[in-house]
């Protein structure tokens, strides 16, 4: 989990803070969680959110990464905490540990290596679906052969390439999303603004 950063006018603040205290907070914690749920829609939609198939002229060129199964995309969480102006945090992250892990690995690059079996299998576009997904045929070893290191189908498909190791490189983009946006910077102030601004009127 990550805890963004949001920029405050402390005089706004300070003055809305003197006016009504529990309406500053209120007005706080309830930008912070329209600022955490609209970055929630906008890094599923443009980083877990990728369609089309394996190669070619159908693969979507948009950076993130594929949608697969959906499984990250359901494990990325956005959260507000926080009883007090000083407790109050916004938290963005993978709540499941496997999720965090996988999802760790396509932020920062890893080396991936098989733990038992001498070779990873990696999946060729014989293996996978439109979506990239295994499909089950491919998973059945029955007729299947390898040659020059390529796990064949019975009918000489390529499904499997035989590797010693994976390079995955760091494309994920979890952090830089949030940081290097102005405009969405930009965006939150004027949220936070927006709602201190309204409690200072309620509390007039």
Do not use: C, N
Not at 45 to 59: D, F, N, P, V, Y
Not at 182 to 193: E, G, K, S, V
């Amino acid at each position: 989990m990550i805890q963004p950063t949001v920029t405050i006018d402390g005089s706004l603040l300070r003055r809305v803070l003197r006016l009504a205290p529990t309406r500053a907070f209120e007005a706080t914690r309830a930008a912070f969680r329209e600022i955490m749920l609209g970055f929630h829609a906008r890094f599923t939609k443009e980083r877990l959110s990728k369609a089309g198939g394996t190669g070619g002229r159908h693969r979507d060129p948009r950076p993130g990464l594929f949608a697969r199964t959906g499984s990250l995309r359901r494990a990325f969480i956005t959260r507000v905490t926080g009883s007090t102006m000083q407790t109050l945090v916004g938290e963005a992250g993978f709540i499941d540990p496997f999720a965090a892990k996988i999802a760790t690995a396509h932020e920062k690059g890893a080396t991936i290596t098989p733990k038992r079996a001498q070779y990873l299998k990696v999946p060729l576009p014989g293996a996978l679906t439109p979506a990239g997904v295994i499909k089950a045929a491919a998973l059945s070893r029955a007729g299947t052969f390898i040659i020059k290191g390529v796990i064949m189908s019975k009918a000489g498909v390529p499904l499997f390439a035989l590797k010693k190791s994976v390079r995955l490189p760091p494309r994920l983009g979890f952090v830089r999303f949030w940081r290097e946006d102005q405009a969405l910077d930009r965006l939150r102030r004027d949220i936070l603004q927006r709602r201190l601004e309204a409690a200072i009127k309620r509390a007039g």
